[in-house]
């Protein structure tokens, strides 16, 4: 599915953290976004993921706009740059869970 981000902003206040970005990126490509600390990179994933609303522009997943789904239903996986883990929980059962919450056969999850 195409993703475009298409004139995409995003203000914490008076910071600039995203500023007008234009992104088309195709089925099965494969993208990384480089730059310093601070310049931005999270904010975009938070954009696509649905954490963060952009203050201006749109996301579309295969043609469709998804400003206002939200990001359960955007069905995007993010791996955060700090833990976000369950500690209570090993590798295995961390990955594992939000496939039980979907539903997926066990003998697939453990696949
Ligand atoms: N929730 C937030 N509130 C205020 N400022 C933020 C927030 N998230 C990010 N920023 C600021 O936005 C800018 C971009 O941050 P970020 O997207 O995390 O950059 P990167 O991932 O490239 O290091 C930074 O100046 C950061 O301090
Ligand atoms: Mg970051």
Known sequence: MKLVLEESTKRFGDL???DNLNLDIEDGEIVSLLGPSGSGKTTVLNMISG????????????????????PRERNVGMVFQEY???TTMNAYENIAFGLRVRKIPKRQIER
């Open 16 to 18: 600039v953290a995203v």
């Open 51 to 70: 954490f963060e609303r952009p203050n201006h522009g749109n996301v579309y997943f295969g043609g469709k706009s998804v400003n206002d789904i939200h």
């Open 84 to 86: 976000a883990i369950f």
